[in-house]
């Protein structure tokens, strides 16, 4: 049964939460009516695609994918598209396969992470185990890598230089800089591999597979990864909410789990006593947590942190992001993409304002 153009644009809404400010006017609407129709089809293409013949990987393959989710790399290859052919079927395959990608790669994370929750549900290595949610993950990648394969070997050297950044940019976050590094560059560059290169994919992607021109191509992936870079610095700030209703998540989990963040980042580099003296009671708090004791214990001090001066720092950082991300699309015509490109950029920007 078809979904109506009403059902179609409250998936819009509610997958993507900005549709009413990114598809602003007219002409506009008639752009998010050909995206909502896209994305119809990639859903329901994920819902098949998804299945898995053993009912234990059939039902840790679809967990998250069934929990929700912004669908943001799906919805930005469509949005390019646009710039061409739009919603023809290597577009369609494409943006699954760049979801996929994602989801594979939020297995891994939370195992990695030891993270609680993944989108208001237990995490599935909270259900299932590390081993079941490791090799989800793997099945996530191999189902996108064969979507990929269908088009050649342009799109599968696309998906396999996109999957080496992703998992360089985990190993690099894992290990941590060496003392040559600067923290700073460093963590941008993490940024950069593991949320930036997936999103630059399905803002690329959405170009070469619509057949699009050409010349469009490499501002498209200039954009899309420093949407990332800004999208993951927000994401900072975010994590630092008070609310887990705003994430999804137990607040503060990556710094809990001693995963360095922006604003943690920047604490760490200033000299004042009341800084220097956060950032020791946090790191305390870290390593009795990697004791074993409560994460309650840095309930306190991150929410000293959220009203640090380094929280805004990370902001105005994810802002000047946004900005770099807005003059990469200078080459594009005048129209209603670059304008909901423009759109999304700022919006994304005021999310956590």
Known sequence: MTSSPAAERTRLARNFGLSDRVFAGPRARRLANDIEAGLELVERGLADDLRVADPIA???????????????????????????????????????????????????????????????VPAAHAVWGNNVAILTGDILFSRASQLM???????????????????????????????????????????ADKTGSLIAA????GVIFSNAPSEYEEPMRVYGEKVGVAFQLLDDVIDLSANPDD??????????AGVPTMPSLLLAAQTD??????????????????????????????????????????????????????????????????????????????RSS
């Open 58 to 120: 059939d039902a840790a393959s679809r967990y998250l994918y069934e929990a929700g989710g912004k669908r943001v790399r799906p919805v930005l290859t469509l949005l390019t598209a646009q710039l061409g052919e739009g919603n023809i079927e290597p577009v369609i395959d494409v943006a699954k396969a760049l979801e996929m990608t994602h989801l594979g790669s939020l297995y891994h994370d939370d195992v990695m992470d030891e993270a609680d929750r993944r989108r208001g």
């Open 273 to 350: 006593a009341d800084s220097r003296a956060l950032a020791a009671r946090i790191d305390d708090g870290v390593a009795r947590i990697a004791d074993g004791e409560d994460a309650g214990i840095l309930d306190e001090p991150l929410a000293d942190l959220r009203e640090h001066a380094v929280t805004e720092r990370t902001m105005v950082l994810a802002r000047r992001w946004t900005q770099d991300a807005i003059d990469a699309l200078a080459p594009l015509p005048d129209g209603a993409v670059r304008d909901a490109l423009t759109r999304f950029a700022t919006t994304l920007a005021d």
């Open 247 to 256: 994430t999804g998540k137990v607040p503060g989990t990556d710094l809990r």
């Open 149 to 191: 394969a269908r088009y050649g070997e342009r799109a599968i050297r696309l998906q396999a230089d996109t999957f080496e950044r992703l998992v360089l940019g985990q190993l690099h976050e894992t290990v941590g800089p060496t003392p040559d590094d600067d923290p700073i560059d460093f963590y941008i560059q993490v940024l």
């Open 202 to 205: 399905a803002t690329q992607s």
